[in-house]
């Protein structure tokens, strides 16, 4: 459904001097409910719009608001899909009983207390009534409707409500078979090949400082101390072996963490991460079997 605002903006002002503040509010709140209500009767929210419209169709509204919301509320309200609640309970070895004190909530809103035959405006589309009755299971009932449908819903209330006590627990569906946990070795390699990574750069960068030190002093005139190049060249060894044994730890790491099981703490018992010589210099070493 859609309706243009046709107001003559005119009509807004005041229709003589002498109209007091009262007047000329009164007459903007009935052209704000009237161009207000134009969207709503767009996106078929008509309960809404019928409010705004029953507002402006005043009589202390100007005509010219009043004549269109008139019009226009008498389009809505026969738009307006209507439904009837009816409840019956029916039990084992008795006769079908009609209910009246049965609430009816819909989408999630409360909308009657009992049940007396009266057609309930609602706005048109899916929604779901909620059927409540002492005693018994609430029932719900999904309903769609169109514009000017009036529909009677009826439910039957047959089942009681299960006692709390005897509500069997769901059963937990099986989860995912827990991961073995992170052996204590793995951070011991890592932790290792992380120190010896760090102490073969800095014999490295320690070794190739002194070598160029040399190399640009004493070299030019073959007056090197035997011991001072000897130290250099050690150093840089070192370094490379200590680069090497922390890739091969942290290899190790890797290894060990991704082929791990439940058994693998048990393992690690055996490490022992010692310190000592490598390549003639201070150095360290992790001992002990995957």
Not at 46 to 65: G, H, I
Not at 157 to 166: E, L, N
Not at 217 to 236: H, L
Not at 241 to 249: A, C, S
Request: net charge negative.
């Amino acid at each position: 459904m859609a309706a243009t605002l046709a107001l003559a903006m005119t009509s807004a002002a005041p229709a003589a001097d002498g109209q007091g503040p009262d007047e000329h509010r009164v007459v903007e709140q009935c052209f704000a409910s009237a161009e207000a209500a134009q969207p709503l009767m767009r996106g078929h929210q008509l309960l809404a719009a019928a409010r705004l419209l029953r507002q402006c169709a005043r009589e202390e509204c100007p005509k010219a608001a009043r004549a269109d919301c008139r019009t226009w509320l008498d389009m809505v309200t026969r738009a307006l899909p209507t439904v009837v609640a009816v409840a019956r309970e029916e039990r084992p070895g008795a006769a079908p009983r009609a209910l009246e004190d049965v609430g009816v909530v819909v989408d999630g809103q409360p909308l009657l207390s009992r049940l007396d035959g009266t057609a309930v405006p609602l706005d048109p589309g899916r929604h779901e009534l909620r059927f409540e009755h002492a005693g018994f299971d609430p029932v719900p009932v999904h309903v769609e409707l169109r514009e000017g449908e009036h529909r009677e819903v009826e439910v039957v209330f047959g089942r009681t409500v299960t006692a709390s006590p005897t509500t069997p627990a769901p059963t937990p569906e099986p989860g995912p078979a827990p991961k073995a946990s992170v052996p204590p070795l793995v951070y011991g390699l890592a932790g290792a090949g992380v120190i010896a990574l760090g102490a073969g750069v800095t014999l490295e960068v320690i070794g190739l400082s002194d070598r160029s030190s040399l190399m640009s002093t004493c070299k030019p005139t073959m007056s090197c101390d035997p011991a001072a190049v000897n130290a250099a060249r050690t150093k840089v060894a070192a370094g490379d072996v200590l680069l090497g044994v922390g890739g091969l730890m942290m290899a190790g790491a890797a290894y060990v963490y991704f082929t791990r099981d439940n058994g693998a703490a048990a393992t690690s018992g055996a490490m022992r991460l010692r310190i000592g010589a490598v390549a003639g210099v201070t150095g360290l070493a992790l001992e002990g079997a995957l």
